[in-house]
């Protein structure tokens, strides 16, 4: 990098220095031009014409900054004035025009002017500088120029190549970070930066936030494999225990029949853990193919209290508010949904408890809401209450798993909405499940 730094303020350089060779030659030359018209016109102002005879008042010079002055009659002969040495005239006469002309290897610029007010048209104006005389006052800005572009030049490729080492440490280090964490999966590490350059300190932030998310799924997928493991190894064993059981106490019927009701509980509860597994995955994965078509909520809902009022065993009551709701998605995960959240309701409602289950619309969004009046929750619950194998209260919740509500959740995002929670301990818990709406056509409006 500090070689192309390097080569590149080098090609920058030749290409000044060629620009301003060429360029001041050709400004040295145009000043050169408009200093001559501009002297001679001046010292033309000196000369009157009296008794056919040229006058010449105070103030005119026959010399002046390297520009010899000459006057001339109409047919070239020099009145006054001389030439410079080694120039040589060519008999030319052209008016308000600076010419250049070449004597013995010297380069002159010759200029001619008439004022024929005060000169009549017999006389004329001639202004000779030799080219050599005025380069040589330019020479030293000339090179002076040269000296700055190169000074100047010389301190931006230092500053470039120390600014290069420096950014090149820097993403030297991110690399071997990078580079380590890939090696040996040490994803706890972060990348250092010094904040001395605002892109790399940018950089270095946005790898070290993608890497907390990784740890964090990590992490997550760690406490995922050991809850999942946890909970079919429960019922697991307790099948296996039962099977023993009944293969060394013998065949008693009332046992027999005792021992398989404990097995067939397990492995209902296993079949719920693996099917909710089954799909958690698929829906992260995308791999669920949802049928879209025109959903009600509010016929959703009722049918799901319907069955779960009639599974309920502790006599809960279910309060239905059930307003026209539309919204488009599969109408089998959204039964899933809206049959978890009431679940939960009624897992966490008192004897003969009231939960409340209202469907609606509100800014431009169809909503199911579930109200329980159980326990609630504190902030700490509910920061953590969608997440896989959460259970707020184990001491009474024994039942659950810990899926219901991060399945709830899933179906939200892949329907574009989303499921929020309110709760205050000892008051009850508030879920409600929100997707885009449906507009009802005409056809809903008149039945």
Not at 378 to 400: A, C, L, P, T, V
Request: net charge negative; aromatic share 8%; charged share 30%.
């Amino acid at each position: 990098m500090t070689q192309i730094l390097a080569l590149a303020v080098f090609l920058l350089a030749a290409f000044l220095l060629i620009f301003v060779h060429i360029w001041s030659d050709t400004a040295v030359e145009y000043d050169i031009r408009q200093n001559l018209t501009r002297e001679v016109r001046k010292n033309l102002k000196y000369v009157r014409l009296e008794n056919g005879k040229p006058l010449f008042l105070e103030g005119y010079d026959n010399e002046t900054e390297d520009i010899y002055f000459l006057l001339l009659d109409s047919e070239g002969t020099v009145v006054a004035g001389n030439y410079p040495e080694k120039y040589e005239d060519d008999g030319r006469i052209l008016l308000n025009y600076t010419r250049t002309v070449k004597c013995f290897g010297e380069t002159f610029f010759v200029r001619d002017m008439q004022k024929t007010k005060t000169l009549g048209t017999g006389y004329f104006m001639r202004g000779v500088v030799r080219k050599a005389d005025i380069y040589s006052r330019y020479q030293t800005l000339k090179y002076l120029s040269y000296l700055s572009i190169a000074a100047v030049l010389g301190f931006v490729v230092l500053c470039g190549i120390f600014l290069a080492r420096q950014i090149s440490d820097s993403l030297k280090k991110m690399c071997e970070t990078a580079e380590t964490i890939g090696k040996d999966f040490h994803i706890s590490r972060r990348m250092e930066h010094d904040h001395r350059f605002y892109e790399l300190a940018v950089l270095a932030q946005a790898e070290n936030r993608m890497l907390d998310r990784m740890e964090s799924a990590v992490r997550e997928q760690e406490q995922f494999t050991s809850d999942a493991a946890h909970e079919l190894r429960t019922p697991a064993a307790v099948i296996l225990a039962q099977c023993e059981y009944v293969s060394e106490q013998g065949h008693d019927s009332g046992e027999m029949e005792e021992a398989f009701e404990v097995i067939y509980r397990q492995s209902q509860r296993m079949h719920m853990l693996v099917s909710q597994l089954l799909r958690l995955a698929r829906l992260d994965r995308d791999e669920t193919h949802m049928q879209r078509e025109e959903v009600d909520l509010a016929d959703l809902a009722e049918s799901v209290c319907d069955d779960e009022e009639e599974r309920a065993r502790c006599g809960v009551t279910i309060v239905k508010k059930l307003n026209g709701a539309k919204a488009a998605g599969d109408i089998n995960l959204l039964v899933i949904a809206i049959a978890n959240l009431v679940r939960n309701a009624v897992k966490f409602s008192p004897q003969k408890g009231v939960i409340e289950v209202e469907t609606g619309k509100s800014d431009g969004e169809a909503y199911v809401l579930v109200r329980d009046h159980g326990c609630g929750m504190d902030e700490e619950e509910m920061s953590h209450i969608f997440q896989r194998f959460y259970k707020g209260d184990k001491s009474r919740n024994s039942e659950g798993i810990g899926l219901g509500l991060p399945l709830v959740q899933k179906i939200a995002q892949r329907h574009g909405g989303t499921v929020s929670v309110t709760s205050r301990a000892g008051e009850g818990s508030t879920f409600t499940l929100r997707l885009p709406e449906m507009e009802w056509d005409e056809e809903d409006r008149q039945d």
